[in-house]
């Protein structure tokens, strides 16, 4: 995503340099954890602020889940090459590389900006209900048909260049509370925009478990949370920050992402 629209930043900025945390052993490193954090803006961090600078437009933050579990538990290597804006075909072009053998511990979510998360959202605000409605349902039609190949091709490709590994596969919260009503979109198109991310979880978490992989719902953990919410880890649109709006806060991260990629690392 731009900073001057809500189109979530694509791949170009997929080859930054990937931020590295590489503490001193622990008695837990012993075991010998090689970490690598892979996927899209709700992996790199976009909305918890603090960018590392070395990252470019991948908008990588020490405030991610993936920093943050590595500085809790000094695993031997920690590498984030997650990026904003990346698809499935980013990751297979530019992030599977930062894998091998030696990898013991992967985690990613991805599958979002296949399905046009960012532009959705924008015409839902820009051009009302009705747009918002149809773009929904034609994205819901497309990720039925066409995202499970584009996981499973993701997927296949980390079992091949990290063989060896424990592979966690998030999910995405739910933008808001439905039993909540505030300001801004109408409750028809929360509704389906929550039904499209339904459906989004439902097919990366049925992929990920034909896969092999350990699917991590984070739905739950940020019930209560989300936009409409008074204490809120979502941000809504953020106009002082347009690439902001719909990802998690900091806390979004600390209290949403990371308890449930703890429980399943």
Sequence with gaps: MSRSSLTLKLGVGATALAFTFVPALSAQAAGGVNYIALGDSYSSGVGAGNYISSSGSCDRSPNAYSALWAQQHSPSSYSSVACSGAKTTD?????????????????????????????????????????????????????????????????????SKAPNAHVVVLGYPDFYDLSKDCVGLSQTSRTA?????????????????????????????????????????????????????????????????????????
């Design 91 to 159: 990751v297979i072009a530019n992030q599977l590389s930062a894998l091998s053998s030696s990898i013991t511990l992967v985690s990613i979510t991805i599958g979002g900006n296949d399905e046009n998360f960012a532009g959705i959202m924008q015409d839902c605000n820009l051009d009302g209900t009705s747009t918002c409605v149809s773009e929904i349902n034609a994205a819901e039609a497309d990720a039925k048909a066409n995202l499970p190949g584009k996981l499973a091709n993701v997927y296949n490709g980390i079992k």
């Design 193 to 265: 925009i929550d039904g499209g991310i339904n459906l989004i979880d439902s097919i990366i978490g049925t992929a990920a478990a034909k896969a092999g992989f350990t699917y991590g719902d984070v739905r739950g953990s940020f019930a209560g949370h989300e936009i409409c919410d008074s204490n809120r880890w979502l941000h809504s649109v953020n106009f002082w920050d347009i690439t902001e709006s719909y990802h998690p806060t900091a806390d979004g991260q600390a209290s949403g992402y990371l308890p449930v990629f703890a429980a399943k690392a």
